[in-house]
Structures are given as structure tokens and as C-alpha cells.
Nanobody, 125 residues
């Protein structure tokens, strides 16, 4: 089970940190990602983290502003969002995939096995 939290209302240029707590599984054997869905739009990839914390990947529009990280002992994945923009508004979802070898980057929703319920992020301009 995945539980996402940390969403809220923030002004443009502000910051938020999202958390995704994973229960019932050992995070070490999983890779994780964050996706978002803006009103009236399809869900889109935001960030990926592999088994190694140095293995990360971002969509171009968030590079340099967002940071994905993981804390294995806490079985939690984070998304630190800085310098936020109105186009970052949406429901953010965390997802994990069982991948003990962690060999490939995953950027599409179909590549993930489990999903959190989503947390709403609203950026006011």
C-alpha cells in the first residue's frame, strides 16, 4: 500500500515536499516514480528513482527544480519541489515497481505495479 501526502496550496516560486510511504513491502527491491495529472489532461511522468539514489530521471520541465529521493529505512519516497510554477498544478501520484535488479528507467504509467491515492498540489500565480 502506498500513501502519498504533502500536497497543498503554494504560491508561484514556493516549495513543497511530497512523501510516499510504502507499507507491506521492502523498498530496496523497488524502483519508484512520481506522476501528475492536471485538470482535463492525461497523467504524465514527473520523476523516477532507481534502486540507487543516484539513478534519477526527470521530465524536462521540472529538471533543476524537483528532486526525487528515497529513504529505504523509512520505506518512503520523496519529491522536493522548488520554484514552483502554475503549470505544476495537479494531482500527484507515487508509484512503485518491483525491480530487484533495477536495470531500466521507467517513465510510463504502465510500467508500475502499485499506485498511491494521489495528493493535490495547487500553485497560485
Amino acid at each position: 500500500q502506498l500513501q502519498a501526502s504533502g500536497g497543498g496550496l503554494v504560491q508561484a516560486g514556493g516549495s513543497l515536499r511530497l512523501s510516499c510511504a510504502i507499507s507491506g513491502r521492502t523498498l530496496g527491491s523497488y524502483v519508484a516514480g512520481w506522476f501528475r495529472q492536471a485538470p482535463g489532461k492525461e497523467r504524465e511522468f514527473v520523476a523516477f528513482i532507481g534502486r540507487s539514489s543516484s539513478s534519477t530521471y526527470y521530465r524536462d520541465s521540472v529538471k533543476g527544480r524537483f528532486t526525487i529521493s528515497r529513504a529505504i529505512p523509512k520505506s518512503t519516497v520523496y519529491l522536493q519541489m522548488n520554484d514552483m510554477k502554475s503549470e505544476d498544478t495537479g494531482v500527484y501520484y507515487c508509484a512503485v515497481a518491483f525491480d530487484p535488479r533495477g536495470l531500466r528507467r521507467r517513465t510510463t504509467a504502465g510500467e508500475y505495479d502499485y499506485w498511491g491515492q494521489g495528493t493535490l498540489v495547487t500553485v497560485s500565480s
